[in-house]
Nanobody, 124 residues
């Protein structure tokens, strides 16, 4: 079982940047597609970004395109989500998740493993 641990969340002003990290406990991580989801209070968990095992394919939800970048360093068993030009509506708990096969934008139910999340708060 792959264990995922997110870090890098915090409080930032609108227009600022944060970089989230998702670290894995197992080297098989390098063969999995990794996803970022977010969940705001009172809302459903939603897809944010995805990357395939090699980093050659990525996908983003429309609201973050051009502002967020997903990347991975398989030597470090870590996936990153660089978030620029943050907006108050980006405030949420951000989760990383994994699935064996990359499929672009996918619902939470398709994920196999989850981290516990990291809180991102963007003040106006």
């Amino acid at each position: 079982q792959v264990q995922l641990v997110e870090s890098g969340g915090g409080l930032v002003q609108a227009g600022g940047s944060l970089r989230l990290s998702c670290a894995a406990s197992d080297r098989t991580f390098n063969t999995y597609a990794i996803y970022w989801f977010r969940q705001a209070p009172g809302k459903e968990r939603q897809f944010v970004a995805a990357i395939n095992w090699s980093g050659s394919r990525t996908d983003y939800t429309d609201s973050v395109k051009g502002r967020f970048t997903i990347s991975r360093d398989n030597a470090k068993d870590t996936v990153y989500l660089k978030m620029n030009s943050l907006k108050p509506e980006d405030t949420a708990v951000y989760y990383c998740a994994s699935r064996r096969y990359y499929a672009g934008n996918s619902p939470p139910v398709d994920m196999e493993f989850w981290g516990k999340g990291t809180l991102v708060t963007v003040s106006s």
